[in-house]
């Protein structure tokens, strides 16, 4: 099955140790071979708990598959002045079958860059070969159908049908300690199984970044991105992102998404190619003790209102700074990820019912929402556009035309250098640039074109000090560090 988590190591060998016991401790005149009753029930009870996990196991497997990508990047052991080489580059991901029409979720950066995806799905075979089961192997080219980089979710097609699937719910019900199964392909290793149990059902692993995942110690390592995270019934419960490590292996902090946001992406990503999500001209952060303690609120837990547009929906339905929001849409809130969900999973055909609290005072604001997607997503799909790799900032950029322009979060840029993507490797050069930031000016020097930009930035020695000026969401931000 692969490898078991410590946790059910632990189990497994206190459940044998504990029929052993009793084994040992019958008595002397019992006859040769008799087990006690009670260790009987025990040792049954293990392999009753045994031969369900390798159902749940054989019922799931196949409809994880591999995912291999080949691309173009930068060659890192190439080093020649200013002479950057571009060489193909091979990935593998996971993915799980969520159609029998060839639907596959995956990570979004698994296929990020992609130029080509195959797809090694596995079927179980009829036959025999010695102690293990005939494995036939099926490889499909795929097609990408859809990204949304801010969830890491994917969506690519394969040209089959009648394969196995798993089924998306948004209704599941997830605990903290519950046993859950990851599958994958981590280093390559294809359909590898490991256990663990759920951590924490809402970990949100950055205080920037408004999303949140279910935290488990099954072992996930490179190759599992894209993966099921499945419950003791082989429901999904969740799609394996990310690991935290410092020291590149498993450490028992695994990172899903969990399987409510799956399911509503994988439903607008297949119909859409794209994600719509719903604004409401607000935002809110976590409640603190010591912010409670300081605005004198009437809770010291919970979501609050830090910013509400002017003329946006919020203020419109009469919300303010400072309020307390409650519920969405009968959703009880009690904390940033539970808000960003309630917003995250909302019907963007219908109004917002928001309760909140200001003072020790209960209300109600009912309120229209903004659908929008992250059209910057698209900038890579765009055919054509001109890539211009600077190493000295480890980006690709682009001059803003016609192409992209309309993919842009302001509609009044006219001219510039916007960062198409960044690199990635352990050579990079981390300036704090985003995709989709717009570049400005160097040291004051404006920016109009990626020819301007080349040679502003090739003039720099190590050491010198840079500072560039970029737009972001529709704001002047200055970015400051010495070129290496």
């Known amino acids: 099955m692969g490898v078991l988590g410590s946790f059910m190591k632990r189990l ?12 040992q401790s019958a008595p002397s005149n019992s006859p040769a071979g008799n087990v006690p009753p009670e260790a009987s029930a025990r040792m049954s009870s293990l392999r009753e708990f045994n031969n369900s996990l390798e159902q749940v196991v054989s019922r799931v497997s196949p409809a994880v598959v591999q995912i291999q ?20 580059q091979h990935a593998i991901g996971s993915g799980v079958i969520v159609d029998p029409d060839g639907y596959i979720m995956t990570n979004a950066h698994v296929v990020e860059g992609a130029q080509r995806v195959r797809v090694i799905v596995t079927l179980p075979g009829s036959g025999k070969a010695g102690p293990l089961p005939l494995r036939s192997q099926q490889i499909f080219s795929a097609k990408i159908l859809g990204r949304h980089k801010k969830s890491d979710l994917a969506l690519i097609k394969i040209d089959a049908t009648h394969l196995p699937a798993i089924s998306l719910r948004d209704n599941l019900p997830v605990r903290q300690g519950q046993l859950v199964f990851a599958i994958g392909s981590p280093e390559g290793l294809r359909d590898s199984v490991t256990m663990g149990v759920i951590s924490a059902v809402a970990r949100q692993t950055d205080t920037d ?99 509400v547009g002017s003329g946006g929906f919020a203020q419109m339905a009469g919300l303010k ?11 009880p809130i009690d904390s940033y990820p539970s808000y960003v969900e309630a917003l995250y999973l909302h019907s963007s055909d219908q109004v917002l019912r928001i309760g909140a609290l200001r003072g020790t005072t209960n209300l109600t604001a009912t309120l229209p929402v903004t659908v929008y997607h992250d059209k910057i997503d698209d900038l890579t799909d765009v055919p054509d556009l001109q890539r211009t790799f600077i190493p000295e900032l480890s980006v690709f950029v682009s001059d803003i035309d016609d192409q992209v322009k309309p993919l842009l979060r302001e509609d009044d840029i006219d001219s510039g250098v916007v960062v198409i993507a960044q690199t990635a490797g352990p050579n990079i050069t981390n300036v704090g640039v985003e995709a989709g930031d717009v570049i400005r000016s160097i040291n004051r020097i404006g920016m109009r074109s990626v020819a301007q930009l080349q040679e ?20 002047l931000q200055f970015l400051a560090f010495e070129m290496d």
């Open 69 to 88: 990508v080949s691309g173009y990047g930068k060659d890192e052991s190439h080093n020649s002045g200013d002479t950057v080489r571009i060489v193909r």
């Open 321 to 331: 700074v400072g309020d307390i929001i409650t519920e969405i849409d009968g959703r």
């Open 12 to 23: 497994f060998l206190s459940l044998a140790l504990a029929a052993l016991a009793h084994a």
């Open 456 to 475: 502003t930035v090739r003039k720099f020695k190590p050491g010198d000090p840079v500072v560039i000026q970029i737009e972001r969401g529709g704001k």
């Open 209 to 307: 970044n408004p999303m949140f995942y279910l935290q488990t110690d099954a072992p996930l390592n490179p190759g599992n991105s894209g993966g099921p995270l499945v419950d003791v019934d082989g429901n999904l419960v969740g799609i394996n992102t990310f690991m935290l490590s410092a020291g590149g292996g498993s450490e028992g902090l695994g990172f899903a998404i969990p399987a409510a946001i799956v399911k509503f992406d994988y439903e607008h990503l297949r119909k859409y190619g794209q994600v719509h999500r719903v604004a409401i001209g607000a935002t809110a952060q976590n409640i603190t003790p010591t912010l409670a303690a300081g605005l004198g609120l009437s809770r010291s837990w919970g979501v609050i209102l830090s910013n």
